[in-house]
Protein backbone atom coordinates (compact mmCIF):
# COMPACT_ATOMS: atom_id res chain seq x y z
CA UNK A 1 0.00 0.00 0.00
CA UNK A 2 1.45 3.81 -0.86
CA UNK A 3 2.15 6.05 2.03
CA UNK A 4 0.89 9.39 1.17
CA UNK A 5 2.84 12.11 2.84
CA UNK A 6 0.31 14.57 5.14
CA UNK A 7 2.11 17.47 4.36
CA UNK A 8 4.00 18.80 0.76
CA UNK A 9 7.35 18.94 0.76
CA UNK A 10 8.59 23.21 0.17
CA UNK A 11 9.24 23.36 -3.57
CA UNK A 12 12.84 22.68 -4.27
CA UNK A 13 14.82 26.49 -4.35
CA UNK A 14 15.74 27.41 -7.61
CA UNK A 15 18.92 29.84 -7.95
CA UNK A 16 17.04 33.34 -8.33
CA UNK A 17 15.33 32.59 -5.05
CA UNK A 18 18.03 31.37 -2.37
CA UNK A 19 17.30 30.01 0.88
CA UNK A 20 19.50 33.14 2.19
CA UNK A 21 18.29 36.44 2.95
CA UNK A 22 19.00 38.61 -0.49
CA UNK A 23 21.06 41.09 0.79
CA UNK A 24 23.67 37.83 2.16
CA UNK A 25 23.42 36.33 -1.70
CA UNK A 26 24.01 39.61 -3.47
CA UNK A 27 27.54 39.48 -1.78
CA UNK A 28 28.20 35.81 -2.15
CA UNK A 29 27.33 36.91 -6.06
CA UNK A 30 29.65 39.62 -5.70
CA UNK A 31 32.29 38.02 -4.20
CA UNK A 32 32.33 34.78 -7.05
CA UNK A 33 31.78 37.52 -9.56
CA UNK A 34 34.73 39.28 -8.54
CA UNK A 35 37.07 36.19 -8.16
CA UNK A 36 35.51 34.80 -11.75
CA UNK A 37 36.39 37.96 -13.73
CA UNK A 38 39.76 38.47 -12.15
CA UNK A 39 40.34 34.28 -12.89
CA UNK A 40 39.46 35.04 -16.38
CA UNK A 41 41.94 37.39 -17.57
CA UNK A 42 45.79 38.40 -16.74
CA UNK A 43 44.74 41.84 -17.43
CA UNK A 44 43.76 42.17 -13.86
CA UNK A 45 47.23 40.68 -12.46
CA UNK A 46 48.68 43.81 -14.34
CA UNK A 47 46.21 46.23 -13.04
CA UNK A 48 47.02 45.00 -9.29
CA UNK A 49 51.03 44.67 -9.83
CA UNK A 50 50.70 48.52 -11.16
CA UNK A 51 48.13 49.46 -8.41
CA UNK A 52 50.97 48.39 -6.16
CA UNK A 53 53.69 50.18 -7.38
CA UNK A 54 51.49 53.31 -7.95
CA UNK A 55 50.37 53.04 -3.74
CA UNK A 56 53.78 52.62 -2.70
CA UNK A 57 54.95 55.23 -4.62
CA UNK A 58 52.04 57.32 -3.13
CA UNK A 59 52.90 56.30 0.62
CA UNK A 60 56.62 57.04 -0.19
CA UNK A 61 55.50 60.71 -1.39
CA UNK A 62 53.13 61.51 1.72
CA UNK A 63 50.04 61.79 -0.11
CA UNK A 64 47.23 63.23 2.02
CA UNK A 65 44.11 61.77 2.28
CA UNK A 66 42.37 63.62 -0.76
CA UNK A 67 44.85 62.36 -2.60
CA UNK A 68 44.57 58.72 -1.69
CA UNK A 69 41.04 59.53 -2.35
CA UNK A 70 41.20 60.26 -6.17
CA UNK A 71 43.89 56.83 -6.53
CA UNK A 72 41.77 55.04 -4.84
CA UNK A 73 38.64 55.97 -7.01
CA UNK A 74 40.75 55.84 -10.28
CA UNK A 75 41.83 52.46 -9.60
CA UNK A 76 38.10 51.34 -8.72
CA UNK A 77 37.34 52.80 -11.54
CA UNK A 78 39.38 51.04 -14.15
CA UNK A 79 38.70 48.13 -12.44
CA UNK A 80 34.82 48.56 -12.51
CA UNK A 81 35.70 48.92 -16.39
CA UNK A 82 37.88 45.99 -17.07
CA UNK A 83 34.85 44.11 -15.24
CA UNK A 84 32.38 45.08 -17.95
CA UNK A 85 34.51 44.56 -20.59
CA UNK A 86 35.11 40.74 -19.63
CA UNK A 87 30.98 40.67 -19.29
CA UNK A 88 31.16 41.98 -22.69
CA UNK A 89 33.60 39.58 -23.63
CA UNK A 90 31.50 35.91 -22.02
CA UNK A 91 29.09 37.50 -23.76
CA UNK A 92 30.34 38.13 -27.23
CA UNK A 93 32.03 34.53 -26.40
CA UNK A 94 28.86 32.89 -26.11
CA UNK A 95 27.47 33.82 -28.86
CA UNK A 96 30.05 34.03 -31.33
CA UNK A 97 29.04 32.05 -34.50
CA UNK A 98 25.81 34.21 -33.82
CA UNK A 99 27.46 38.21 -33.40
CA UNK A 100 26.61 40.27 -35.89
CA UNK A 101 29.01 43.09 -37.22
CA UNK A 102 26.95 45.51 -35.05
CA UNK A 103 27.45 43.08 -32.17
CA UNK A 104 31.37 43.09 -32.63
CA UNK A 105 31.57 46.30 -33.27
CA UNK A 106 30.03 46.92 -29.69
CA UNK A 107 32.84 44.64 -28.62
CA UNK A 108 35.32 47.20 -30.15
CA UNK A 109 33.79 49.90 -28.75
CA UNK A 110 34.00 48.20 -25.23
CA UNK A 111 37.78 47.87 -25.53
CA UNK A 112 38.06 51.21 -26.40
CA UNK A 113 36.03 52.59 -23.20
CA UNK A 114 38.70 50.25 -20.96
CA UNK A 115 41.57 52.20 -22.84
CA UNK A 116 39.64 55.57 -22.64
CA UNK A 117 39.32 55.19 -18.48
CA UNK A 118 42.73 53.17 -18.28
CA UNK A 119 44.59 56.98 -20.00
CA UNK A 120 42.12 58.94 -18.03
CA UNK A 121 43.21 57.05 -14.78
CA UNK A 122 46.40 57.21 -15.75
CA UNK A 123 46.37 61.23 -16.17
CA UNK A 124 44.78 61.95 -12.82
CA UNK A 125 47.33 59.73 -11.51
CA UNK A 126 50.26 61.62 -13.16
CA UNK A 127 48.80 64.90 -12.36
CA UNK A 128 49.11 64.02 -8.56
CA UNK A 129 52.99 62.73 -8.98
CA UNK A 130 53.57 65.69 -10.74
CA UNK A 131 52.40 67.82 -8.27
CA UNK A 132 54.29 65.47 -5.39
CA UNK A 133 57.40 65.45 -7.57
CA UNK A 134 57.68 69.13 -8.04
CA UNK A 135 56.93 70.11 -4.46
CA UNK A 136 59.56 67.96 -3.30
CA UNK A 137 62.08 69.27 -5.85
CA UNK A 138 61.19 72.84 -5.73
CA UNK A 139 62.31 73.19 -1.63
Do not use: Y
Not at 19 to 24: D, N
Not at 119 to 138: P, Q
Request: net charge neutral.
Amino acid sequence: MLHMPTTLAPPPQNRLSPSRPQWQQRLRDTEHGVRQGMRSDSTFAVHFFVGTVVAAAAFVLDFAVIEWAVLILSFTIVLSAEMFHQLMKVLGNEEAELLSARSREALRIGTAAVMVTILGSLTVSGLLFARRLLALWSD
